[in-house]
Structure formats: C-alpha cells, structure tokens
C-alpha cells in the first residue's frame, strides 16, 4: 500500500529556518514529479515548490523564490523543503504530494495533478 509521511515541521521564530522531509512508499517514486503544498485555516491549498523526476526541473511560488530550496534523494524515497527565512504568514499544514506523471509542467499548482498526499505536518512561524 502506499504511504506518504511528512515530518520536520514545528515552531520557529519569524527568520528562522526548518528543512521538512518526505518519505513515500509503496509507488514509483523515481517516476513522479513531486510538490510540498500548503493549507492555512480558512485558505486554499496552495503550491509552495515542485520537483520532476529526476530534479533537472523545479518550480516555486512566487511568495517563497530565493528563500526555499526543494531537493529530493531517488534513493532514499526522500522528498526534501529546506525553508529559510520563514514569515509569520507561512503558517500552515505542509503536505507532500506525488503526481501522476514524471514531469507536469505547468500543472504543478493543481492539486489534481497528484495521485498521492501525506497526511501533512505543521509549521507554526511566531512573530
């Protein structure tokens, strides 16, 4: 069965810094493109950063550019969101999230593009 687990989240002073990880199981991961999304009280899920296959491609919402860095380890199964700089309103749930193809372009702010999701892991950024 597949499983997606997210972890590194917590609390942190505005400025600060938090690396989150992805693990997933059970599906191809060396095949997927994969993303970190977020979701605040009362907003939309947003994408926040995405990754193709192989890592030759990423994305980034324009709010976090120059400020967070997604990677991932094939071997490991490992997604990776190194954040720095972290504001208050980066508040939210972080959720991992693998798609159906191995690169989706301009698809990747949907959320229907992915087939898989971890159940999420919070960041609490104080101001």
């Known amino acids: 069965q597949v499983q997606v687990v997210e972890s590194g989240g917590g609390l942190v002073q505005e400025g600060g810094s938090l690396r989150l990880s992805c693990t997933a199981s059970?599906?191809?991961?060396?095949?997927?493109?994969m993303a970190w999304f977020r979701q605040a009280p009362g907003k939309e899920r947003e994408g926040v950063s995405y990754i193709n296959w192989s890592g030759s491609s990423t994305y980034y919402a324009d709010s976090v550019k120059g400020r967070f860095t997604i990677s991932r380890d094939n071997a490991k199964n490992t997604l990776y969101l190194q954040m720095n700089s972290l504001k208050p309103e980066e508040t939210a749930m972080y959720y991992c999230?693998?798609?159906?193809?191995?690169?989706?372009?301009?698809?990747?702010?949907?959320?229907?593009?992915?087939?898989?999701w971890g159940q999420g892991t919070q960041v609490t950024v104080s101001s």
């Open positions: 999230a693998a798609a159906r193809a191995a690169s989706v372009g301009s698809w990747w702010r949907s959320p229907a593009t992915y087939a898989y």
């Open positions: 059970g599906l191809t991961f060396d095949a997927r493109a």
